[in-house]
């Protein structure tokens, strides 16, 4: 129960398959509840429905909380089930409002989403990409519209949709890399410098990382040394901001190959 409002319905068909599911005709706007009507869950007795949301009374000291069934907390001092108390309570880029979770918008490149108004800019999208049988549903940033800003190192302006007859739907700034496949999650562990043992631990495409031929690898010399990584040309444009390509030393029993390290 997210009580995100979403505009645009004229009818409750233009809301189907979301939880805010009656349309407010004179808002326009996808709600959670019309009427108390609306906010009929099994298990709960008299609901009402406050402010478009559905408020699902509940005794903290009944001795099991039935709440849990819908995944939300009894609040003790509304006697009403909660999502959240505070923005913590919430996932990352999201605002505790009304005792509801609701996304915020304005995710950056590569952070996960499920629709474009999550992300950035109102020309940036939530793009589906898939890459040897693994997907990732994540934040483009727009580089098609005048005036847009340049693509940041380590991605290039690529092209979304298009495939298989359907139309494109924008060009958007997302990770690139000129030895091997470039994905969201290996760019984000890179930028995070996410701890790892092994190559498989790194991104998203797991064993084809043991082979060099994934999205990412476990690094295991230079200034990335035991943190996920991703291979790089010296003097191209695979590593992000804040990283460089290095070509560390190789030993008697392996040849390194260069990779993104954090600067100095």
Do not use: W
Not at 35 to 58: H, K, R, Y
């Amino acid at each position: 129960m997210s009580g995100q409002c979403l505009a645009g319905c004229d009818a409750d068909e233009d809301c189907a398959f979301q939880r805010e599911d009656k349309c407010n005709v004179t808002t326009h706007a996808c709600v959670e509840c019309l009427t108390a009507m609306d906010c009929n869950v099994p298990g709960f007795d008299m609901p009402s429905c406050n402010n478009n949301i559905c408020e699902l009374p509940c005794n903290p000291a009944a001795g099991f909380d039935t709440c849990i069934i819908l995944g939300l907390d009894c609040d003790a001092m509304t006697m009403t089930c909660v999502e959240c108390n505070t923005a913590m309570d919430c996932d990352p880029f999201q605002a505790c409002t009304n005792h509801r979770c609701v996304d915020t918008g304005g995710r950056p490149l590569c952070a996960e989403c499920d629709n474009d108004d999550q992300c950035g800019g109102p020309n940036d999208l939530c793009v589906t990409r898939t890459i040897r049988n693994s997907t990732e549903q994540v934040c483009g940033v727009d580089c098609s519209t005048p005036g847009s800003p340049q693509c940041p190192v380590g991605t290039t302006c690529q092209q979304v949709g298009g495939g298989n007859g359907t139309p494109a739907r924008g060009m958007q700034c997302l990770p690139a890399n000129s030895i091997h496949q470039a994905t969201c999650a290996g760019y984000n562990d890179l930028v995070a410098e996410q701890q790892c043992l092994d190559s498989r631990q790194c991104g998203m495409l797991g064993g084809a990382n043991a082979q060099l031929m994934g999205d990412a690898i476990c690094s295991g010399a230079g200034a990335s040394d035991g943190h996920c990584s991703v291979l790089c040309t010296m003097g191209g444009n695979d590593c992000p901001a804040g990283f460089f390509c290095e070509d560390p030393p190789d030993t008697p029993q392996q040849e390194f190959r260069p990779r993104c390290g954090p600067n100095p």
